[in-house]
């Protein structure tokens, strides 16, 4: 079910260090534009509260998290689509992951010079979306060609295919993101087999200097004002404080790091969470002493396929799922409370699985 999260943005704008923070796999840093020669990946854990919450009224040998897999993905410039910088190869591997995170400098440094310049998220933000947007138009219109020849030998569905995508083509043409474009559902077919680029979904990191971690800066608010109104994600981080907190071995000198910083959690942890969220994502436990651990499913999974994330022979065997609610069972603090209170149900092959339900499988193979 690997679902992956790429990192994009313009070269040097700290996509690899905002990686190496929830990373165990490092990727090389440096102030070079352009000197990253590949992409990587990491598998990172989904950081949740919820689980040290579930440990106070369950005593457990360990607690395992929830992983996702998130690419950091060289950067982008202007003329990226014919190839300028480290060009195309990388538009590649955007083309694979399932929702981008988008990480615009926010910060000064006299050191380290933009390659356009000067400091401009918005500037940059746009440059990033032509490129992709140029990638798009390509795919579309070599998708309009090879229809209008089906087209002309009488095949009806590829006619409504070249209306749908005339509509992508006008639409991308004037400077606008696939994924804005409304359309009707029985008509996603005819792109959704091109992957585009700017039809993923989005989230934007402005990653910023130590000082303004917690209430942004200027560029900060020029990407407020350009994103209004368009119901994006947006997450402030100081990467390169927040990447030397990673680095410090014990929980307690992080915990005092980022106070110092003025904050109650790492911003890294927040853009997990809200990638985790934008693929359409959720969780839920398993409690025992054993361990407590996460598990991830997509949204509208029902039991037995949930129990197949497990192992497989849960979901061949499934005979039911007894459930208790997260707050439920925090609020009443054991199993036996729950049973008591009448919050712990027996559910069959059809029960769609929520976000923070406690299962126990019941299986025989
Ligand atoms: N001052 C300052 N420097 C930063 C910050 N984040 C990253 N840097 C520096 O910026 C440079 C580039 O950072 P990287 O993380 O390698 O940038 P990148 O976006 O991965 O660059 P490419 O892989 O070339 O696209 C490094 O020298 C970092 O130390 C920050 O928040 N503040
Ligand atoms: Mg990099």
Redesign the pocket.
């Known amino acids: 079910m690997a679902l992956q999260c790429g990192i994009i943005?313009?070269?040097?704008?700290?996509?690899?260090?905002?990686f190496n923070c929830i990373s165990n796999t490092r990727?090389e840093?440096?102030?070079f534009?352009?000197?990253?020669t590949k992409s990587n990946i990491g598998v990172i854990q989904v950081p949740d509260p919820r689980l040290y919450e579930l440990e106070k009224h369950q005593v457990t040998e360990k607690i395992v998290h929830t992983t996702m897999e998130i690419v950091?993905i060289?950067?982008l410039a202007r003329g990226s689509n014919k190839g300028e910088g480290v060009g195309n190869k990388f538009l590649g591997d955007i083309r694979n992951t399932d929702a981008l995170i988008h990480?615009l400098r926010c910060?000064d440094?006299d050191a380290?010079p933009h390659v356009d310049g000067s400091v401009d998220p918005v500037r940059d933000l746009e440059t990033v979306d032509f490129e992709l947007q140029v990638k798009d138009l390509e795919s579309v219109e070599k998708k309009l060609q090879r229809l209008e020849k089906l087209v002309r030998a009488g095949d009806k569905d590829a006619k409504q295919g070249i209306e749908v995508l005339t509509g992508y083509r006008d639409h991308i043409g004037n400077f606008n993101n696939a994924r804005t474009l409304e359309i009707r559902n029985e008509d996603k077919k005819h792109v959704d087999d091109l992957f585009l680029l700017t039809m993923k979904p989005v989230m934007f990191v402005c990653?910023?200097?130590g000082k303004s971690a917690v209430a942004g800066n200027k560029y900060v608010d020029s990407v407020l004002e350009h994103l209004k109104g368009k119901d994006a994600e947006i997450i402030i981080i100081?990467?390169?404080?927040e990447a030397e907190i990673a680095e410090l071995e014990s929980r307690d000198d992080r915990l005092a790091f980022l106070q110092d910083a003025g904050l109650d959690e790492p911003g890294v942890d927040k853009m997990v969470r809200a990638a985790y969220k934008m693929l359409n994502l959720q969780t839920f436990f398993t409690v025992g002493p054993k361990e407590i651990r996460a598990w991830t499913i997509k949204k509208g999974m029902n039991a037995p396929q949930a129990s197949g994330v497990i192992h497989s022979d849960l979901e061949r065997g499934f005979i039911r799922a007894e459930v208790m609610k997260y707050r439920d069972f925090i609020k009443l603090g054991s199993e036996h409370a729950c049973k008591e209170a009448g919050k712990f149900n027996i559910e069959g092959k059809n029960y769609v699985v929520d976000d923070g339900d406690i299962l126990h499988i019941r299986f025989n193979v």
Do not use: E, Y
């Open positions: 943005g313009i070269t040097n704008v700290g996509k690899t260090t905002i990727g840093t440096n102030a534009a352009f000197s990253a950091d060289p950067g990480v910060f440094d380290l990653n910023v200097d100081a990467g390169a404080v």
